[in-house]
């Protein structure tokens, strides 16, 4: 009965170890647009590979959060993937400083994948992400004047422009950490523009944020990576997740007339403390119990 109570007292105290900044004196998968090479600037950008059952493998962006978590897109992770890797230490994503195994998938219960609403999920890494130049990513619970800054970054990996001629432009795939400047723009504007898309059928909310520019943004394969914005201190902060855009080559180079849409992070900040304390809380319950079978064996003796 003791050794329950004092249990009990722990895990209530057990909180999500996640990185906050909130003191300010910032339908198709998608890469990055017009960006340029980010040399070691972002260490809690990280990579989720994933390979079905035929092999085929899926790449996405990520952002560590804590010691064995990272945040990611929904739509990356639905399917129950055969095989999954974290890769962290990245400034070339074919030789990844860290390859971690993936212990566990959490999608948000709201997740809609025909709307692409609340695409949020939460991956975790068998053993501890941190390592030499790995660290976590700065959160806001209240994001409101960093969103009002207008400006946004995205970083990842995938399609930019090689070269632009009179003849039109060549695109490639990036094996380099990449990041552009994108101008975050009105949820009335976005809404206009995607309903004309969409037919009506996707609706942007106050949990979602929009942006891009002509030449810059994401693309195919950047999904689950993330929109930053600059804190008055020059902290980077997390405020979005890349999560869709529109399909097509004027898609990818217009992103202003058809804009970028990112999950917007802080209304989910509940749901990822109470899913990292949840784990968290079971794990020291596991470890606890055996604790008591082992006090118990020698209490015999």
Same mark, same amino acid.
């Given at each position: 009965m003791f050794f329950f109570g004092l249990l009990l007292v722990y895990c209530s105290q057990l909180v999500a170890c996640l990185r906050f900044c909130d003191s300010l004196p910032n339908s198709s998968f998608l890469r990055i647009i017009g960006g340029s090479v980010a040399k070691r600037e972002h260490p809690?950008?990280?990579?989720?590979?994933?390979?079905?059952?035929?092999?085929?493998?899926?790449?996405?962006?990520?952002?560590?959060?804590?010691? +064995?978590?990272?945040?990611?897109?929904? +739509?990356?992770?639905?399917?129950?993937?055969?095989?999954?890797? !974290?890769?962290?230490?990245?400034?070339?994503?074919?030789?990844?400083?860290? !390859? +971690?195994?993936?212990?566990?998938?959490?999608?948000?219960?709201?997740?809609?994948?025909?709307?692409?609403?609340?695409?949020?999920?939460?991956?975790?890494?068998?053993?501890?992400?941190?390592?030499?130049?790995?660290?976590?990513?700065?959160?806001?619970?209240?994001?409101?004047?960093?969103?009002?800054?207008?400006?946004? !970054?995205?970083?990842?990996?995938?399609?930019?422009?090689?070269?632009?001629?009179?003849?039109?432009?060549?695109?490639?795939?990036?094996?380099?950490?990449?990041?552009?400047?994108?101008?975050?723009?009105?949820?009335?504007?976005?809404?206009?523009?995607?309903?004309?898309?969409?037919?009506?059928? !996707?609706?942007?909310?106050?949990?979602?944020?929009?942006?891009?520019?002509r030449m810059h943004g994401t693309g195919p394969g950047d999904s689950g990576g993330p929109l930053l914005a600059k804190a008055g201190d020059g902290k980077l902060v997390q405020v979005g997740i890349t999560s869709f855009g529109a399909a097509g080559f004027q898609g990818l180079l217009d992103q202003n007339t058809y804009p970028g849409v990112y999950t917007r992070v802080s209304p989910y900040i509940p749901w990822i403390e109470k899913v990292i304390t949840s784990a968290s809380c079971r794990s020291t319950i596991f470890i606890t119990y055996a604790l008591i079978i082992v006090l118990l064996g020698m209490a015999d003796l």
């Open positions: 809690w950008q990280a990579a989720l590979v994933s390979y079905d059952f035929s092999n085929s493998g899926l790449i996405c962006g990520a952002t560590v959060l804590d010691e +064995h978590w990272i945040l990611t897109a929904a +739509h990356c992770i639905v399917g129950s993937p055969k095989k999954s890797f !974290i890769l962290t230490g990245l400034t070339s994503l074919s030789s990844p400083e860290h !390859i +971690h195994h993936v212990e566990r998938f959490v999608v948000h219960p709201d997740y809609d994948a025909k709307g692409i609403s609340d695409d949020i999920a939460l991956v975790k890494s068998k053993y501890s992400l941190y390592d030499d130049g790995v660290s976590s990513v700065c959160l806001a619970r209240n994001d409101f004047e960093l969103l009002s800054s207008a400006q946004g !970054i995205v970083t990842g990996f995938g399609l930019h422009i090689v070269s632009q001629s009179l003849f039109g432009v060549t695109m490639g795939v990036s094996d380099v950490v990449l990041e552009a400047s994108l101008p975050i723009i009105s949820r009335s504007k976005c809404q206009r523009e995607w309903g004309m898309l969409s037919g009506g059928t !996707i609706n942007i909310s106050e949990k979602q944020i929009c942006a891009g520019s």
